[in-house]
């Protein structure tokens, strides 16, 4: 049995850190390396980054696609998820149970099923941690959509794409989706939704984006 074998199955059967060391002595291995933590923070100098892009809207997710960290751009085109509790910030969550998303996604199912084999892909190394199980029920349990699409365990690599958001108050835009990788830690992802020329789409996005900064100071 493989170490990759062995790990899966100590969290299949959700052993404490002692139990999974002492199996793996037992199988000829060395002790395996702590799982690392998922991170909840940026550093200050990429949320500097973030704060940069202006008029780019752009944010932050860890392995499990929890928004971590974004900037003003972000909120005004996909509504304030800042004052969402952190647990209810996933993208994934998010797509299928913010009334809010569904009505400024273009094409919501389309793009709804293109996140959950975005997201499998990602999170593939995690499908028998008791986090992502418990992700899915929770999920599966409120959405009948995910519960029904999720069953199909479709695989996407996630790459750049086209999208369109229709936004309540400068109509829809078209903007391009890119996705990179942080060089310093490699399970988060820097997400960008650059404004495309159709439509005069950099306009109306700064327009709604100027508009956000302005509400949050009354």
Do not use: C
Request: charged share 30%; glycine share 2%.
């Amino acid at each position: 049995m493989s170490a990759e074998v062995l790990r899966r199955v100590s969290r299949a059967l959700q052993l404490n850190q002692d139990e999974i060391r002492h199996v793996f002595r037992l199988a000829g291995y060395g002790a395996p390396e702590e799982p690392a933590a998922i991170a909840t923070t940026v550093n200050p100098t990429l949320q500097r980054v973030l704060d940069s892009l202006d008029y780019v809207p752009a944010y932050v997710h860890n392995a499990r696609w929890d928004r971590i960290a974004w900037n003003d751009a972000a909120l005004a085109l996909m509504g304030d998820f800042s004052r969402d509790p952190p647990e209810e910030r996933n993208t994934v969550w998010r797509t299928f149970l913010s009334p809010e998303v569904r009505a400024y996604t273009k094409d919501w199912e389309h793009v709804a099923r293109i996140v959950i084999a975005e997201f499998n892909a990602s999170v593939s190394q995690q499908f028998d941690d008791p986090w992502f199980r418990q992700f899915v029920e929770r999920l599966s349990a409120r959405s009948a959509e995910f519960r029904e699409w999720s069953l199909q365990r479709e695989v996407i690599a996630r790459r750049e794409e086209r999208t369109w958001i229709i936004h309540d108050l400068v109509g829809e835009l078209s903007l391009e989706r890119s996705i990179f990788q942080i060089p310093y830690d490699l399970s988060l992802s820097l997400v960008m939704f650059t404004p495309l020329d159709a439509d005069d789409t950099p306009t109306r996005l700064r327009r709604a984006v100027d508009a956000f900064r302005a509400a949050r100071m009354e």
